[in-house]
């Protein structure tokens, strides 16, 4: 996942929660956030 940008990948991240989409891959993108070390509360924030 090292290709995709943060913005990427936390925007996937929201879609495939609201998809109701495989909970394995929805996981697999929450380590990949965590791994990065990105603050989701802030960008929950920003959304709103």
Do not use: C, G, P, W
């Not at 495939?16 to 993108?29: C, G, N, P, S, Y």
């Amino acid at each position: 996942m090292k290709t995709l940008s943060n913005e990427a990948l936390l925007d996937s991240y929201y879609k495939a929660i609201d998809l109701k989409l495989d909970r394995e891959f929805v996981t697999l993108l929450l380590a990949e956030i965590k791994r990065r070390k990105l603050n989701i509360k802030y960008f929950e924030a920003q959304a709103n």
